[in-house]
C-alpha cells in the first residue's frame, strides 16, 4: 500500500516512520509512506498556508489554494483521499481494516482552527477522527490511523495469529500476559498457564477477557449484538 501525508510538520512523522514495526514493514516494502510539506505548494514571498477567517474569530485557517494545487499534484485515480479532522468518522479497528484495502491513501493533516471548508467539500473522500479530543494538528492523527491499519496489511504482523485474541476483535479486552520469571518479587503467575493443559489456559484466558471487559468497559458488552 502506498501512503501520501499530507502536513505543515513533516518531522513530526520521522521517529514514527524509522522506528519498531513500521520502520520495518516499511523496509520490507509492506508499505509505502511519502510525506510532503504543504508549505512547497505556497505562493509569495513569506511561504504563506494560512489566513484569518471570514467572520471573524480566533485563530488561522489553511488557505484552499496550496491545499488545492498538493491535493491535485498528488493525488491518482486510486487514491482514496482522507482528511484528519476531530468531526470525522471514528477510527475503529473495522474501519482500519476497511482502509487496509486500499491501494493508495493520501491523508491530510490540517492545523489549529481547521482548513478552508472548500477543500473538504471537493477534494476529500473521507473525514477520520482518532478520538473525541482535539489535537493541535492531524499529524499525529495519521500517523496514528498509519499505524493501525498498517497491522490488517498481509505479512505486516510476523504471526497472523496476532490479531486473533486482541482486544476489540470480538467486544472483549485481552486477557493479561505474563512471562519469565514465573515468580517474580514473590507475585507469582496463575498457575494454570504453567499447567500445560491448553484447553484449560483457553479457558482461563476467555474469563479473564470477560471479567476484564465487564469492570473497564461494560459499554462493549453492551454493544455487542
Ligand atoms: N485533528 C485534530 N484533532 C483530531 C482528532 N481528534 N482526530 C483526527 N484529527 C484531528
Not at 467572520?55 to 491535485?72: C, R
Not at 473521507?126 to 482535539?134: A, C, K, L, M, T
Not at 492523527?141 to 490479531?163: N, Q, T, Y
Request: charged share 30%; with cysteine.
Amino acid at each position: 500500500m502506498k501512503i501520501d501525508v499530507l502536513t505543515l510538520f513533516p518531522q513530526m512523522l520521522d521517529g514514527f516512520l524509522s522506528e519498531s514495526m513500521i520502520g520495518r514493514g516499511l523496509k520490507h516494502g509492506i508499505l509505502d509512506v511519502a510525506v510532503h510539506n504543504l508549505r512547497d505548494w505556497s505562493k509569495g514571498k513569506h511561504n504563506q498556508v494560512d489566513d484569518r477567517p471570514f467572520g471573524g474569530g480566533a485563530g488561522m485557517v489553511l488557505m484552499p489554494e496550496p491545499l488545492f494545487d498538493a491535493i491535485e499534484e498528488l493525488q491518482t485515480p486510486q487514491t482514496h483521499r482522507i482528511y484528519l479532522a476531530p468531526d470525522g468518522d471514528p477510527l475503529t479497528p473495522d474501519l482500519a481494516r476497511d482502509l487496509a484495502k486500499k491501494e493508495r491513501l493520501l491523508l491530510v493533516s490540517g492545523h489549529y482552527e481547521g482548513i478552508d471548508d472548500r477543500v473538504r467539500e471537493n477534494l476529500i473522500d473521507q473525514e477520520v477522527s482518532i478520538g473525541d479530543y482535539v489535537l493541535t494538528n492531524g499529524t499525529l492523527a495519521a500517523a496514528v490511523l498509519i499505524d493501525c491499519l498498517s497491522r490488517f496489511l498481509p505479512g505486516f504482523l510476523g504471526e497472523e495469529k496476532s490479531l486473533t485474541n486482541e482486544s476489540f476483535q470480538d467486544n472483549l479486552l485481552d486477557f493479561p500476559q505474563f512471562t519469565r520469571p514465573a515468580v517474580f518479587r514473590n507475585m507469582p503467575i496463575p498457575e494454570v498457564l504453567l499447567s500445560g493443559n491448553h484447553a484449560e489456559i483457553e479457558k482461563w484466558r476467555q474469563r479473564e477477557r470477560e471479567e476484564r471487559t465487564r469492570k473497564r468497559r461494560p459499554d462493549l458488552l453492551e454493544d455487542s449484538p
